[in-house]
């Protein structure tokens, strides 16, 4: 609608993330810094947060463009599922057929699809965006996928990325070896004034346009309003050129933003005004009683340790479980040691009597062969006179 009005090629403050617009000031670059070397050693978890709209999924998308040929990436944007929902999703998203009945072969998928590219050489990454929102179940099956792995070499290298809230979460009690896992991590903060006024100039220059249509002032309002959030600058710049252009003002000032910030009332602009619109919305109005407070403190407090006792006791039920598995192996190799060697007794006093047989058998024949036995008389022939009678006959 403005474009021409303004000599621009396109709109340059879109919302969606876009990492062609992607402007590298000192903290993005040390965040892009960070996560290349957390991909490319495999040292384990890499870990990225920040604030609503300070452009971690356009620097992640950026990132993806750097690396997409060398390495097979799987990128989970809904974290709202469950732990094995999610597992499901990781094996989709690497194109490989989850058993949803049988959780035992869809890892057992996944670890020869590891196996596979490990051995043709390339590395294997995951990606999961909204991290925050993932319970404490579904944290504990990424974990475990961590231990997916050679002797020497990491299989699966992940990535999360999400919102300050993901932070807190990692520091519950249950969740402590999780965090012992994560070997790099970063914070993205807002910009400063500089930073705003080169990040405004640097998205204008993309599209054919000049960095004075925004005046020094206007950009100071900017500043201030958005906390140095890009996505809330983006929105007030934005509007900002459509009320410019309806006005057939060349040059966006003060009045203008300030008109902006009016009609809008400034919701949604910035981290500060989304921290304050949530509080009125879980808060009455007067504030929480003091009471109140200490009591869902407590509670929470009470929680994090049931908590950290049930991981306690998890620990330990696994524990007697593997030395009730051992134990119960040894014993059953022990019973076949002793059936073994039973057997091969067994064996032994056979061939020994069977020997013994034979040779009381091989005598027993050469004793018969050596008697003469006296032919019983039935079997001798007593016919004497039957010749003499036949001669005196004659």
Known sequence: MYEKFYGLSEKPFRIVPNPNFLYLTAKHQNALTTLEYGVSEGIGFTLLTGDIGTGKTTLIRYLLNEIEATMDIAVIFNTNVSADQLLNLILQEFELTPDRDNKARTLDTLYQFLIKRFAAGRKVLLIIDEAQ????????????????QSDEHLLLNIMLVGQPELRIK???????????RIAVNYHLTGLDREETDHYIGSR????GGRPEIFSQKAVDRIHQAAAGIPRAINQICDAALVYGFADGQKIIDTEIIEQVLADRGEMGLTG???????????????????????????LEETVARLQAKLVLLNDAVEKKIDQYRDDTSQRFQELLIQERKRSDSLLSGYSKLNQKYWALQWLRDKDRKKAKPVPAAEEVDLDFGGAGEEEGTE
């Open 133 to 148: 929102n993932l319970s404490l179940d579904a944290l504990e099956e990424v974990r475990m996928l961590s231990n997916l």
């Open 204 to 207: 204008l220059a993309k599209v």
């Open 170 to 180: 990692l520091q519950q009690p249950g969740l402590t070896q999780f965090s012992q």
């Open 272 to 298: 500060a005004t989304l921290a304050e619109a949530s509080q009125a919305i879980t808060e009455p109005a007067g504030g929480v009683p003091q009471e109140v407070r200490q009591r869902l403190q407590g």
